[in-house]
């Protein structure tokens, strides 16, 4: 079974551009959650999708946004990029189950000049 | 809501000593706690899970795991370390939302280091 799939894995941008991530989850989890980890604030939860629907919000600015897709692929955008945004953007899917474990991919590592 | 704490943001040993990387969680409720590994450029992966089930918790590359109540602790250990177990380690609680499903809150990681 293939595992979750996060495009691209590494880019670079400048400050007030924008951004797109991809995520492909595990076939058959229909729960897409994503997570900025950065060295000074470490893993944080952004937000959580389940049936193209954004179930839960962590504490971002509105910059970021996210969307499911009814086949469970999500992207999330971050806007006017901030040189606070570089970060390792990791997405993860899950079962609908209520024990909470994450299945992650490799994260997409976001540099802002 | 849910927290957990990891004392030491880095632990180093010996190849073949006892590896031992401590977490303390604090909830309200019987949490559910994880431990995962990050290695270099990577996302994370799933060493082991409780979820109040038994207390010793056996996971993949020979670590395991034991929830204390009484102590408020999910410590990893592993009784031999090898070269390959040098990453970053990361304990997590789940917390569920008010809004269903579920989020990690993570500690903020160990570094293990094993030196020969």
């Known amino acids: 079974k293939a595992g979750v799939t996060q495009t691209p894995r590494y880019l670079i941008k400048t400050r007030g551009q924008q951004v797109t991530l991809s995520c492909s989850p595990i076939?058959?989890?229909?729960?897409v959650s994503w997570y900025q980890q950065t060295p000074g604030q470490g893993l944080q939860f952004l937000f959580e999708y389940f049936s193209e629907t954004q179930r839960n919000k962590g504490n971002f600015p509105g910059r970021f946004s996210g969307r499911q897709f009814s086949n469970s692929r999500s992207e999330m955008n971050v806007s006017t990029l901030e040189l606070g945004d570089s970060a390792l953007y990791l997405c993860?899917?899950?079962?609908?189950?209520?024990?909470?474990?994450?299945?992650f991919g490799e994260g997409s590592r976001l540099t802002v000049l | 809501a849910q927290s957990v704490t990891q004392l030491g943001s880095h632990v180093s040993v010996s190849e073949g000593a006892l590896v031992l990387l401590r977490c303390n969680y604090s909830?309200?409720?019987?949490?559910?706690l994880f431990w995962y590994v990050q290695y270099p450029n990577q996302g994370l992966q799933l060493l082991l899970k409780?979820?109040?089930?038994?207390?010793l918790v056996k996971g993949i590359n020979g670590f395991e795991a034991e929830f204390k109540k009484s102590e408020t602790s999910f410590h990893l250990t592993k009784p031999s370390a090898h070269m390959s177990d040098a990453a970053e380690y990361f304990c997590a609680v789940s917390d569920q939302l008010t809004g269903g499903g579920n989020k990690l809150t993570f500690g903020t990681g160990t570094q293990l280091k094993v030196e020969l």
């Open positions: 993860a899917s899950s079962t609908p189950t209520n024990t909470g474990e994450l299945f």
């Open positions: 076939s058959g989890h229909r729960s």
């Open positions: 909830s309200s409720v019987p949490p559910y």
């Open positions: 409780y979820t109040s089930a038994a207390t």
